[in-house]
């Protein structure tokens, strides 16, 4: 199995811990608050978040498992975006590993030809005038065998993409330096730096797009851009609808 080791993982500025088994990196990161940046990486997470408190399933050995904690000048009400900010970089990231086609499903699915080849979860707490930031990034980095058939949906990984294929402590590394250097300039210059980014590398930009609120309702809409706290904007019959909290059901042409 390709090893993971906290000496091979190299994100400057940030502490690297590595452990075989664990609940999830992000709660660990969360309830110790880290004075300073930290990464914690997992061969396996009995209990892998993604958005809305959706499992995580990837097998010991078959995936990139890792959060980044990062203390942040910003206070939470000005935190708008963040997640677009670390599914951007993670995307960069891995088109820089060779995954060409690595695209980002809003706010923060990592897409290849519609098929999920990770994901992002941030959380946030404050801490005295500023706040602190936890990234969880999960990415498939070994097919594995009835995934998607499980799911009922396209399921892409590393290896299918990026030959050679770097060992998991190589992608950690690069998604870990992309999403410190992400992070610490949104810090410092907020979310509109990003916004030509996301132009760039939404997968469904200027697509029709069917979105399910978090009360059940189901707006639809051709995609039209990101407000500037990062919300979604689709383009209505009624003119234009700002999303902030939702999930992309379906995509047309």
Known sequence: MDRLEAEAIRVPGAAVRVLGRCTSTNTILLAGEAGGVALLAADAQSAGRGRRGRRWHSPAGTGVLFSLAVPLRRPLRALGGLSIVAGLAAVRA??????AQAALKWPNDILVDGAKLGGILVETRARGPGSFAVVGVGINHLAVGGLAARL?????????????LPPRSAVISALGRELLAALREFDAAGFEAFRADWDALHAHGGQQLRVRLADGRVVAGRAAGLAA????????????RTVHSGRVVSVAA
């Open 152 to 164: 009922r949906r396209g399921v892409a990984s590393l290896d299918q993409l990026v030959r050679p």
């Open 229 to 240: 706290d990062g919300a979604l904007q689709l383009r209505t019959s009624r003119g234009l």
């Open 94 to 99: 891995l088109r820089g590993l060779g995954a």
